[in-house]
């Protein structure tokens, strides 16, 4: 027998497996599909008002009319897709590629872009490809969402992923859109240590009564912060409420729910706020409640969870999809290839 590596050398490391066979650097995430009827992420608000860059991956063949981000507020700060050409519509004004240039990218591969702004002048490129320099344009973009504007308006029906924001050349957003989750994480920051963390297993008595989680927590207005807890044996009529910074959320836990439930809420004011469950049915026991700090988070909304799909890289750079569900997602081993 040939010798080893290992034998020749005990400090050559040894081969990364997974499984038999299976490399254990294999390249694994979700991806987000969206149906294109009123789903998208929101974001805490964002305002460029002068230099700034967006870049996201997205794949799509349709050639309807779509944003990719915009302000859920309004219709006058977006990045669309308009038939066939891009469009860039800030508050000083409407900058359109030529006709036909996003045509070549409606192709189901995903599709690298990047919105840039230097010194007033707009630049779309796409796959590295430059496809159209506007005028001055230095109004300012408000960005609260990412794949509709306006209360939901024109949502991709596709893919977006990856999605950056730079405001001065200093990075300010990053959403890889692979969380499997309705809270969606902003990659630059981590979640800050919990405010609140404890272990509690009350059982009502009432559905009549409200649940108080200790401790009062010390929020800062302003931010973003997010709540998990987990509950058991929650009866199938209830449908309890939660209160948490001031704010208020009607039917929080489902009908007959059982496991984790989180959710972000952003205080208006800086104080101590009490927690508590609202509408608690009797027997119903929350085991656990905590509370952080997460900067950028989003939420995405309108949305199931058939809309994420796992997908492993192949040795070719495309994406494969694992046992995905259909619809919303064209086959069960859907491939999204690499531009």
Known sequence: MLPTPQDLDPDFPLPLRGGPGEPLDTERRYFLTSPGVN???????????????IEFNYSSSESDNY???GNLNDN?????NIGSR?????LSGVFDTPAGSSTPFQDGRLNSVVVRRVGGVITVLVNSQLIGTSGQNTGDLVISSVGAHNSGAASVSGVI??????????P????????NSTIIRNALVDAGSNLASDVITPVQKSSSDDLVLPPPLSLEGGVTYRLSLTVDNTPATATPGIVVGGQTFNGAIPEGFVGPIELLFTPTNSGD???RIVGLAA???VNSIAVQRVDGYGTYTNGAAADWGRFERSYGGDWQGQDLAVPPWESADQVLPIA
């Open 39 to 53: 789903q998208y992420v929101s974001i805490p608000e964002v305002t460029l008002a002068g230099d700034f860059e």
């Open 67 to 69: 944003v990719f981000c």
């Open 76 to 80: 006058s700060n977006f990045i669309a």
């Open 86 to 90: 891009f469009q860039v519509r800030t």
């Open 161 to 170: 992923s990856n999605f950056r924001i730079s405001d001065n050349d200093t």
């Open 172 to 179: 300010v957003r990053f959403y890889p859109l692979d969380d």
């Open 273 to 275: 706020f009490i927690t």
């Open 283 to 285: 027997r119903t026991i």
